[in-house]
């Protein structure tokens, strides 16, 4: 972007000035590329710089195509007789942001929560399984009778014909 101008023709008649053959040198600052969705459309003009849409529209385009613009600084915008474009410096002042703080401490919570899903997960799956074996172990040894008392003492196997005379 050369330089400004609240007239369209002025604006076309300063870019005409600077179209010449001789090659240029354009000093500014480079921005990124807007999103062709940010923009409205009204009469032939957009509220965005958007490359992308530029190339649809376009007619003479030598494919080549960047990712961004440069807004041209004072010596270019006076050589084609525009204004300059109204545009904040960069700066290096750092801020405190609290919510960058805020999300971090979220993350943290989540992923917190996260290890104790995973933790009751497998406790609870291990104490399922350790009830199953129980009860199967259970199921294996038989009906249980709540009368008799256990004995301390290893049973002993009986055969069956001596405990029970004449039978077989």
Known sequence: MIGWSDQRSAAVAGGDRLAGDATMTIRGRYYPAESPDQDTFEQHEYSAVAPARFVNTWKAFDDRMYGGYVVADRTTADAADLGTIA?????????????????AVEWVVFAGFA???????????????????????????????????????????????????GRR
């Open 87 to 103: 545009d904040r410096a960069p700066t290096r002042e750092v801020q405190f942001d609290w919510l960058n703080l805020f999300y």
């Open 115 to 165: 290890v104790f899903l995973w933790y009751r997960f497998v406790k609870d799956a291990w104490e399922r399984e350790q009830d199953e074996a129980r009860e199967a172990a259970e199921a294996a040894a038989g009906p249980v009778d709540d009368d008799v008392e256990p004995v301390d003492e290893p049973a002993v196997p009986v055969d069956d014909a001596r405990a029970e005379p």
